[in-house]
């Protein structure tokens, strides 16, 4: 069998074999200081499919940088077969800026496929288009919660996507929640290229959550040996099926004042069950939050405090409630007892 070509990218050349960041310019600050999109490239020594694994697309989704960093010191990936492409971090403003935006205020997953010639965010959405997503057959994409919310472990996907649910429900993530793609996201800019992306939502903004790292990992690894990147071995199977909801909504506050939550994200609610209260700072008042309709808790506020209208708990639409249950206990426990990592690995 012929050797394998180098992989070229920004003008660098990574040999079969090796693995290294490159640099891709996005633009200079008013201070001279250049800012990059880095790109860590594993060239796999033997052919196979070329994947991207990408987050901090907002800035100020830290979660998804953790994970990366973790998958990029698995030991599964001395075996790689084609091309891995991890962006730790696409959107470094925002990142630097503890920002879900860039410094002109516009959302980067609004606007893909972007341009050479158009806003900030529109330069640095072609970038990553054209120098990452379009080499690639295949990408996750990495995200987590606004700042003061959080969300339990989920893979969205588009309703129209029958060719990705496989790897969907293969990502062991508690719940897969069906979505339309949006204009001027990623997803929909991929798609245009014929590019699939999962789009993995764990955790809260600006925090780390120990589980959903290891949820986004795990499922990483499995997805990846699913599209021929990696041998089975040392990559666990998921210990339950994943939760396939097709509509949510969400549960908003009745008035401003002090939220006190009674559940959590991943339990299971029926009609009439109480969520939350809200009660006014002099304890005059106080109106509870009441689901309206069965499901599973797949997002909710962490903040105590609220106005009339905040969005506090998202809630899924379940088939089953109590195979919903149990989904979520099995998954968790699954992955409370993976091995623990080394001390200077714990966050």
């Known amino acids: 069998m012929p050797p394998r070509e180098d992989f070229e990218i920004g003008g660098e050349q990574i040999a079969p074999g090796t693995r290294r960041t490159v640099d891709l310019p996005v633009s200079t600050l008013s201070d001279h200081t250049p800012i990059h999109m880095s790109v860590h490239v594993i060239h796999g020594k033997r052919p196979g499919p070329t994947l991207f694994v990408s987050a901090g697309i907002h800035g100020d989704e830290v979660i998804g940088v953790e994970i990366v960093r973790r998958l990029l010191r698995a030991d599964n990936l001395a075996s790689l077969r084609g091309t891995l492409l991890v962006i730790p971090i696409v959107n470094a403003f925002g990142f ?3 920002s879900r935006y860039l410094p002109d205020r516009r959302d980067l997953n609004r606007s893909f496929p ?4 158009g806003s900030l965010a529109s330069r640095m959405a072609h970038l990553f288009l054209t120098e990452v997503v379009a080499r690639c057959e295949f990408g996750i994409d990495l ?11 989920q893979i969205r996907i588009s309703p129209d996507t029958p060719s990705i649910l496989k790897r969907a429900k293969l990502f062991g993530a508690p719940v897969i929640l069906t979505s ?13 290229l014929g590019v699939d992306v999962l789009l993995f939502e764990a955790g809260e903004g600006l925090r780390f959550d120990e589980m959903s790292v290891r949820a986004g990992v795990a499922g990483i690894l499995r997805v990846m040996n699913d599209i021929g990147s990696l041998p089975r071995k040392g990559i666990s199977k998921a210990k339950a099926a994943s ?18 939550t009674f559940k959590e994200d991943g339990e ?6 109480v969520l939350a209260a809200v009660c006014d700072p002099f304890g005059d008042e106080e109106l509870e939050l009441v689901a309206d309709f069965e499901g599973i808790i797949v997002g909710r506020a962490v903040m105590p405090v609220v106005n009339e209208g905040d969005a506090v708990y998202h809630i899924a639409k379940v088939a089953s409630p109590a195979a919903a249950e149990t989904a979520v206990e099995d998954l968790t426990a699954q992955l409370e007892a993976d091995p623990l990592f080394d001390e200077d690995e714990i966050i």
Request: glycine fraction near 10%.
């Open 96 to 98: 630097h800026n503890r």
């Open 114 to 117: 972007g341009s050479t010639g």
């Open 143 to 153: 995200h987590s919660a606004a700042i003061h919310r959080t969300n339990l472990p």
């Open 180 to 192: 339309p793609l949006r204009d001027g996201s990623l997803r929909a800019a991929a798609r245009e």
């Open 243 to 260: 939760i396939l909801c097709s509509s949510s909504r969400w549960v908003r506050a009745p008035a401003g004042g002090l939220l006190r």
């Open 268 to 273: 299971v609610v029926s009609e009439g069950d």
